[in-house]
């Protein structure tokens, strides 16, 4: 399986001020299709996960683009570049392109 | 909007069973296929099932084989998760997830399952 690391596992940021988030795979995520299945995920206090972020940079809709995803074959950064209250909570890592589906271990952010 | 309710969790002893289910709405539930996800805070979010989306092809983390049985019925837009032979490693939260392209597009809001002498 995929392990997928992610670093660090706990931030503290303060408000207005940019974060970054990384996950590596014990795998190359590229795709045959050369797509490559990488995705964030934001899970608020007391929610489910929501998906920010699918194949390595698309942003879902309605979410605001303070956020971007970057990277390639094993190596992906998630960042915020300026952080607000309402994005405390835990962001993974998940890869959709080797089976079984991975997740990273989370990383919870919280505001300094 | 996509709605995914999970329902059927509770307090189980080991050994026992449970049936999960999970209600879909607002799409057309029979063109997806389904998974199951678990999430404790110890382990974090674990893959423990996936249906195609005919229920044609059913997987499952080497975990749960032989115990859980994941299974849809599309014309009642719903997906199950029969859980046997509990350990109490199986204590979390169960969510189920519609797939799309190498992802999870939307989750429900889970339903808890705890294994408990």
């Known amino acids: 399986d995929a392990v997928m690391t992610q670093s660090p596992l706990s931030l503290a940021v303060t408000l207005g001020q940019p974060a970054s988030i990384s996950c590596r795979s014990s795998?190359?995520?590229?795709?045959?299709?050369?797509?490559?299945?990488l995705n964030w995920f934001q899970q608020r206090p007391g929610q489910s996960p929501r998906r920010l972020i699918y194949k390595v940079s698309n942003r879902d809709s309605g979410v605001p683009d303070r956020f971007s995803g970057s990277g390639s074959g094993t190596d992906f950064t998630l960042k915020i570049s300026r952080v607000e209250a309402e994005d405390v909570g835990v962001y993974f890592c998940m890869q959709g392109t080797r089976w079984p589906y991975t997740f990273g271990q989370g990383t919870k952010l919280e505001i300094k | 909007e996509v709605q995914l309710v999970e329902s059927g969790g509770g307090v189980v002893q080991p050994g026992g069973s449970l049936k999960l289910s999970c209600a879909a709405s607002g799409f057309t539930f029979g063109d997806y296929a389904m998974h199951w996800v678990r999430q404790t805070p110890a382990k974090g979010l674990e893959w423990v099932s996936l249906i195609t989306w005919d229920g044609g092809v059913t997987y499952y983390a080497d975990s749960v084989r032989g115990r859980f049985t994941v299974s849809r019925d599309n014309s009642k837009n719903s997906l199950y998760l029969q859980l046997n032979s509990l350990r109490i490693e199986d204590t979390a939260l169960y969510y189920c997830?519609?797939?799309?392209?190498?992802?999870?597009?939307?989750w429900g809001q889970g339903t808890l399952v705890t294994v408990s002498s």
């Open positions: 997830a519609r797939d799309y392209s190498g992802s999870y597009t939307n």
């Open positions: 795998q190359s995520l590229g795709h045959s299709d050369g797509n490559t299945y």
